[in-house]
Each structure stands twice: as structure tokens, then as C-alpha cells.
């Protein structure tokens, strides 16, 4: 780096330049990828001054290894917080953390609806097994929050905003609940990005995103990461990546920096084109409701405004006609891939039917605000706007 003070960057240096140094040996201005699995004894973590870090030395690639170094620096810039883990999914950033801080015994109080491969892994695993307890709470409202509160609660998780539902908790408010009953509080950002919410600032001591999601956002790797309180992670780093092993490969820690070259500039096009269509979604007569935290309509579109800087690219919608008619729906998209996951270039979309046969019924069925007859989700790609809406209205057309 050229200057002492990368902190007076602002967010789109950063994501280009923070430890962007250049190779020693070849002189590649790009991180190359290390894909050796063994380093001789001796190697260290440099700091920008050249001076040992504090970190652990890279030793076994599982335990550490040079891109995943390079991607950590990258994410801690941006996030905040002291010290940053990154691993190979978003379901293991967040199931390693409560693996990690929570025993037999500790409560945990978690937002409804939160991922349904974390939900899965409190409720069937962490109390299922090793008597951990386990309250899901509309976190929505804080009073909920505060309420489910034990003197053996440990932990409050939050998903901000929630997968699938758009649901947006208030983190400060939040965070003041746990800072007074001297507990931790831990945000999946996922859907937010580091770009357009800052859980730390507001109180969390604990934030995980997926980055197989928008921070990597071209679909085609896997990770996650947990950034925060470096007396945590060092436990969380021993504990769940060292023990459980979750490194992230090389070759993926190696795509979701490049990635996060031009996220600012995504994020700002993901929330510009959701918006826009958003607003023809909710004009439209066939469409019976949308859900989108930049519309007046959603339920906590003050709290969103608030919180966040934009309101990403995920759009909830149900058509009249329900079911039936999202099947049709769906066969008649072209620009759309039905398909999981978000954050892609590509735009993408899937239908919650809220019947058993959806994974996410058990979580959903709950939240009471989209029960009925199904709904779709769509993650808005950073295609043309207007030919996302022309690909909608010709299948409008169709059903
Ligand atoms: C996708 C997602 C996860 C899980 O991430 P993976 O990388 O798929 O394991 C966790 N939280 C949220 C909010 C997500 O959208």
C-alpha cells in the first residue's frame, strides 16, 4: 500500500486496494493463488510495515493459508471490527460460531426466520443433541427480543434482513438488549453486504455473511465469513475452522476477492434495478403483494431507511392466483433462472409454496406474514432494468 492511513479510504479503494500488494518474486500486481497446502516453518503473516502479525502463522492450509489471509484483510476493511475468519460456506460462518460459544445448558435466542440450514442446526443439533437451548422470536419486534431473554441466554442472533421474507430487525435496538443483559449479539448481513448496513457500528459483537451470495456475486464459488470481537474469533478460529475444518479452498478465496472489486458499484445497481421493479411489481394488477424494503409498503421500510444505505436486490411477491400461477409464471421467464441462491449477476428467482414439501414451511409456516398460498422470491441480476421488466410483463402475458 502506498499510504499509512488505508482507513481514510473510502469503500470502493478499499475494495481494490486494501493489502493489494505486489508479488515479491514475479512482481503480478494481482494476489496470485497459492494452492500449495504446507508452508515451510518460519513463514509468517506480515503486516503493511513488514512486521510479524499477531495472527497465527501459516502453517496447514486448513488452519490458514495465504488467500485466505488476503480475502480476510479485504473483508475487515470494509466491515470494521477487530479481527475477520473466513471459511468455505455461510452456513458454517454461522453454525461454527454457535458450535464455538455455546455449551450444554446456554440458551440462545434467534430470529425467525433465519437461514434454514442454521435454523436446522440449533433446533436438531445444538438442542437436539447437546441440550443447548433454543427460542426462535419475531425479531422484528424487540419487545419479542427482550421478552425470550433468560439468565442463561448467551447469545441473541439476528437475520437482517431475514431470507426469505425481507423482514428487517433494528440492530441498535437490539444490540442495547444484549449489551444490558451483558450477552453477545451476532447479525447474518448477508442480504446487506458490508456496503450497505454496518452491524459493528451498531452494536453487534459478532456479524456472518455468505459470500457465496453478493460479496462474491457472480455465483460461482462458495464462503462465508465472521468478523468482530478478536477475543471471540480467536476461539471461533480454534474451535470451528481448526477442529471442525471449514478453510475456504484458495481458488474460492481467490474469486470472491476479485469479486469485491466492483462491489460497491453492484450493490448500487442491485438496489437501483430491484427498486424500479419493485415499483412496477406493485403497479401491476396481476400482483397481489410485494415486499420490498425500499417501498413505503413494507412493514418496516422506516426502520430500513434508517439502518441501511440501500435495500439490496431481493423482492418478495405473490401473484393472484397464487400456486398455479407462479408455476406458470416461472416457465414463462426467460432473463429469470429458477434457481437458488442471490447476489448473482444473473437474475434469479424461486416460489415458497409454504407446503411440507418447501424445506423453509417449518420456519415460515410461523412468521404468519406470508402464509397462504405460496410467494416468490426474486434476487434482481444486474441485467438491463428494462429488460427485466419487459421479460416480467411478456410473462404476465402468458398466465
Ligand atoms: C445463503 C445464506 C446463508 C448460507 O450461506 P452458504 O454460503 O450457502 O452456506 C446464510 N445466511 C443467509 C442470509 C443466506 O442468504
Known sequence: ?????????GVSTRCIHTDNKVDNETKAVIRPIYMNNSYAYGSFVPNSDGSPDDRPYFGYARDYHANQYYLERRLLALEGGEDCLA????TAANNMVFFSLLSTGDHIVCSNPCYYSVHKFLLDHLAGRFGVQVTFVDATNPDEVEKAVKPNTKIIHIETPGNPVTCICDIAAISKIAKKAGILLTVDSTWATPILQRPIDLGADLVM????????GHGDSLGGVVIGRKDLIDIIRVEGNTRLGFPISPFNAWLILRGMATLPLRMRQHCESALAIAEYLESHPAVEFVRYPGLKSHPQHELAKRQMSGFSGMINARLRGGLETHEKFIKNLRLFFNAVSLGHNESLIVHHPLTEADPWYPILKETAIDAGNGFLR??????DPKDLINDIEQAFNEI
Do not use: A, Q, R, T
Not at 2 to 7: A, P, Q, S, T
Not at 378 to 383: P, Q, R
Open 1 to 9: 500500500m502506498l499510504y499509512d492511513n488505508e482507513d481514510n479510504f
Open 87 to 90: 471459511v468455505n460456506c455461510g
Open 209 to 216: 455473511h455468505s459470500l457465496s451470495k453478493y460479496i462474491n
Open 378 to 383: 426474486l434476487s434482481i441480476g444486474l441485467e
